[in-house]
């Protein structure tokens, strides 16, 4: 069986840092991966984009822009998730949202926080195929475009 999830993401790089969440749950769990997450109802990509990483950081989006869309196949034990992801490099403000730390660390939330964390550190043992695509594109690999697949995906 698979299933389709489409998600929104920021990407927001300083040098060759990423800032990064680490996953509380979920197939990503225990790994690194972009804020972001799924649309509520009538609600934009920006708005998804913009309301997902104050949620999950504790920083608002100052600016955001190149929106590009890749995928990936995520084999996990019952099914296969084809995973879409819409990325928008952003800016963010300096001063992190003390009013929205409870929220952050919260059940309602994937997020355990935020941290910067080097590009070359990410691998398949410490990163979600988010990150993975991302490092991809740093990284100018060829292959960045074409369909990637994580056969038997190990959740930690």
Not at 6 to 26: N, Q, S, W
Not at 120 to 127: M, R
Request: proline share 2%.
């Amino acid at each position: 069986m698979i299933v389709n999830y489409f998600g929104v993401y920021g990407v927001c790089l300083r040098d060759d840092m990423v800032l990064c969440i680490k996953k509380a749950r979920g197939p990503y769990k225990n790994r690194y991966d972009l804020p972001g997450g799924s649309q509520k109802e009538y609600e934009g990509l920006t708005e998804t984009l913009i309301r997902e990483y104050l949620e999950e950081t504790g920083y608002n989006v100052k600016t955001y822009g190149n929106c590009r869309v890749y995928d990936v196949f995520v084999e996990e034990i019952n099914c296969t998730v084809h995973h879409i992801m819409a990325f928008y490099d952003v800016r963010i403000e300096q001063q992190y949202q003390k009013n929205v730390s409870s929220f952050v660390d919260s059940e309602r939330n994937d997020s355990k926080g935020a941290c910067w964390v080097s590009i070359g550190e990410l691998n398949i043992n410490n990163a979600s195929p988010l990150l993975l695509k991302l490092k991809q594109e740093v990284m100018n690999d060829s292959c960045l475009l074409e369909k990637t697949e994580y056969k038997s995906w190990k959740i930690l």
